[in-house]
């Protein structure tokens, strides 16, 4: 999830600033307890039209959703003029999507009337980095090479085909991010680590960009000779216990990796190194007996 500061003045943040009308409401919440004393959910809820007192707190904490009625009387309670309540609907199918598809197609939305209002956001910034797999590895591939850089010759390195066009806006990207940085021998370096995707980036972008290299694997069984590339998995059955101390194992790994990773020198190429674990069947307490 996203994390906001929240502004101690008089003036709420506008709505273009959120991706999450989850926090949106929660913000305006928080506002409205800092300028009213005695401010409540309870207050919140039947100045918005709502009976149930209760209602705007389950959906803040993600509880309950809420219908196209409701989304009209939060807007309309808020003050929202046309184009804030059209973006506000956006928010909600976006957050309420029951798959992908609609997922992509409202998050388009979103971001396109982001990019109308001039919205520059660090949050929208970082989810652009999780929406496409070349942002990491055009990070390291630039690592140690000269300003400024040679976009052909990076797309031609790459392993799939990167136009120079999205290289350099993906440069751009970067820079805004602060992940690259060009030094004092006008060599690119790495100038911060890589994004936390725990707390500072939305899961639905997550999902996505793991989606690309779970792809990009798949494909790497026909694209590169077995010296190329370690592919391999095993199957077993263990307990909850098991299944944690497996996950967190894996995390150590990958921990141990990226210092490796940091210390190499003379370095040949970049790699995507992955780890899966995940069911393929139920275990017996959620799986039913046949009567």
């Not at 999450?20 to 300028?35: G, V």
């Not at 046309?82 to 506000?88: A, H, I, N, P, V």
């Not at 798959?99 to 009337?113: C, E, P, R, T």
């Given at each position: 999830m996203i994390l906001l500061l929240y502004k101690m003045n008089t003036q709420h943040q506008s709505i273009y600033e959120f991706i999450?009308?989850?926090?949106?409401?929660?913000?305006?919440?928080?506002?409205?307890?800092?300028?009213i004393r005695g401010y409540s959910h309870r207050l919140m809820a039947s100045s918005l039209g709502f009976s149930s007192p209760n209602f705007l707190k389950l959906v803040m904490d993600g509880k309950r959703n809420i219908s196209k009625e409701a989304i009209r009387k939060i807007a309309k309670g808020l003050g929202l003029n046309?184009?804030?309540?059209?973006?506000?609907s956006y928010l909600v199918f976006f957050c309420q999507?029951?798959?992908?598809?609609?997922?992509?197609?409202?998050?388009?939305?979103?971001?396109?009337?982001?990019?109308?209002?001039?919205v520059v956001l660090i949050e929208q910034d970082k989810l652009e980095f999780f929406r496409e797999w070349y942002h990491p590895a055009i990070r390291e591939i630039v690592k140690g090479k000269k300003d400024p850089l040679d976009y052909e010759f990076l797309s031609r390195i790459l392993s799939k085909k990167v136009t120079p066009a999205k290289i350099?806006?993906?440069?751009?990207?970067?820079?805004?991010?602060?992940?690259?940085?060009?030094?004092a021998e006008n060599s690119y370096e790495h100038s911060s680590p890589l994004l936390n995707t725990k707390n500072e980036v939305q899961p639905f972008a997550v999902r996505r960009?793991?989606?690309?290299?779970?792809?990009?694997?798949?494909?790497?069984?026909?694209?590169?000779?077995?010296?190329?590339?370690?592919?391999?998995?095993?199957?077993?059955?263990?307990?909850?216990?098991?299944?944690e101390q497996i996950k967190q194992r894996i995390q150590e790994f990958r921990d141990e990796i990226l210092q490796m990773a940091s210390t190499d020198h003379d370095v040949s190429g970049v790699y995507h190194v992955n780890f899966q674990l995940y069911p393929i069947a139920k275990g017996n307490k959620d799986a039913k007996q046949p009567q």
């Open positions: 999450d009308f989850r926090i949106f409401l929660t913000a305006y919440y928080r506002w409205r307890k800092e300028n046309k184009q804030e309540t059209e973006y506000f999507a029951k798959n992908n598809v609609d997922k992509n197609y409202y998050f388009g939305l979103i971001a396109s009337q982001r990019a109308n209002k001039n350099k806006k993906s440069m751009q990207l970067l820079k805004r991010l602060d992940l690259v940085r060009i030094n960009y793991h989606k690309q290299i779970l792809s990009i694997a798949q494909n790497a069984l026909d694209e590169f000779p077995p010296e190329q590339r370690e592919i391999s998995h095993v199957t077993i059955t263990i307990s909850e216990k098991g299944f």
